[in-house]
């Protein structure tokens, strides 16, 4: 089954183009919203394997809304992008548990690189987190 990319954005032309290069270049269910709380409920309804979201959000900034997910689920990756990329937000990303942290704007291959690298990273953690509940 292919697997569920959320991403959340306030720029509606990004998400268009997000879209357009997943669904072009993979066969990823992506899902785009421009509320973060709807991305957090659709990670779970829709079992997302990804959340990508933006840093800076009118709702909610993308640090508040990756500690709300990580209380929900600590498997899915969670991958910020953002056009004002300081060293500190980076940093205060990776530290709240972020899968990885992508300047805007970005290459295509760069945004499919990454995906793959969070979808293996989900796989081992739900690997864990199987053997740990069998266990």
Not at 2 to 20: F, G, H, M, S
Not at 71 to 83: G, K, R, S
């Amino acid at each position: 089954m292919a697997a569920t990319i959320i991403i959340v954005d306030d720029e509606p032309d990004l998400l268009d183009l997000l879209k357009l290069i997943l669904t072009e270049k993979t066969d990823y269910r992506v899902l785009t919203t421009t509320d973060p709380y709807e991305a957090l409920s659709w990670c779970r309804e829709y079992s997302a394997d990804v959340l990508i979201s933006d840093l800076r959000m009118p709702q909610l900034e993308g640090i508040e809304l990756l500690k709300l997910l990580k209380e929900q689920d600590v498997t899915i990756p969670f991958i910020i992008m953002t056009a004002y990329g300081t060293i500190e937000s980076a940093v205060e990303a990776m530290r709240q548990g972020a899968f990885d942290y992508i300047t805007k704007p970005f290459r295509k291959e760069q945004i499919i690189m990454t995906i793959r690298k969070a979808l293996g990273k989900r796989q081992e953690l739900l690997t864990q987190q199987e053997s740990t509940d069998n266990g």
